[in-house]
């Protein structure tokens, strides 16, 4: 997807269920105080600003509100593109050291330009390929993405394209999660080339990090393949595993991004809408 969205319409060619029967999954991650988080971001912060019954209302009627406190790349997400640069440009080759400011955010590449996430969904179940719970070397590469789609529809422009990890089995386990002790499993940079070949729009796993993490390893060759060179999003930390207990691997996909004004990224409700047998 290398298009600018204006922020008012977009065209799009994206397949739709036949049946108006479907069924609808929920893949966010739930936003609560202490939920697992990458260093680089501020925590997610709640807070009651008014109970019930501190306000009352005639008939005995009162309200309660909150206070929501957190960085755009809490929880489930999307990054804009001017999340990550290189050599200060970001996707475009537009310059974005002189196009920045703490109050205004990122005048080129931010949330602003990301449309909404509309498409034709492919789940890449790790786990069920290799028969086994992933370990934290393990990384989806070219073998791994033509392993599974050899008997499967593969994914084409502007799809997007999730992979299960089931590393969401360590959500409560917040250094675990991080794999600041161990790495993390995901995509590789070769496994990135594959699928900007095939020009899907978006790229999500369930991880912290969407490409393979390596103990130690600082760099980010599949942030610069996907964002920077080919202008692809990248979502992260979604919920995949309720696909994954029903054995679905293709669905129509729909994630909004809030639409902040020089953000580098968005908290997203994404869905996965399938048709009932």
């Known amino acids: 997807m290398t298009d600018v969205w204006s922020g008012a319409y977009i065209d799009m060619d994206t397949p739709w269920p036949a049946s108006s029967r479907v069924r609808i999954f929920d893949l966010a991650q739930a936003l609560e105080v202490g939920a697992p988080r990458h260093l680089n971001h501020p925590p997610f912060a709640f807070s009651l600003t008014k109970q019930h019954g501190e306000l009352a209302l005639p008939e005995g009627v009162s309200a309660a509100a909150e206070l929501i406190t957190t960085g755009g790349h809490s929880g489930t997400h999307v990054d804009a593109l001017g999340h ?13 050291m002189e196009t920045q400011s703490y109050a205004g955010g990122l005048q080129v590449g931010s949330i602003e330009e990301t449309p909404p996430l509309i498409g034709r969904g492919h789940m890449l179940d790790l ?9 934290p070397d393990d990384c989806v590469g070219v073998a791994e993405l033509e392993r599974w789609f050899a008997d499967r529809p593969a994914p084409e422009r502007g799809a997007i394209v999730l992979i299960r990890t089931g590393w969401s089995r360590y959500w409560d386990d917040y250094v675990r999660f991080q794999g600041t002790h161990t790495g993390l499993p995901g995509l590789t940079v070769e496994g990135a080339r594959w699928l900007s070949a095939r020009h899907v729009a978006a790229v999500g796993s369930d991880t912290l990090i969407l490409e393979k993490i390596w103990l130690g390893e600082e760099s ?47 908290l997203i409700r994404p869905i996965a809408i399938v048709e009932r047998d």
Not at 84 to 96: A, T
Not at 127 to 135: K, N, T
Not at 221 to 243: A, C, K, N, Q, W
């Open 84 to 96: 990550v640069s290189q050599n200060g440009k970001v996707f475009g080759g537009r310059d974005v």
């Open 220 to 266: 980010r060759p599949v942030h610069v393949h996907l964002l920077v060179e080919s202008g692809i999003f990248i979502m992260e930390t979604l919920r995949l595993d309720v696909l994954a207990e029903h054995q679905i691997a293709e669905f129509t996909f729909i994630a909004l991004p809030l639409r902040v004004r020089g953000g580098t990224g968005s």
């Open 127 to 135: 786990p069920r390929m290799l028969g086994r719970d992933v370990e």
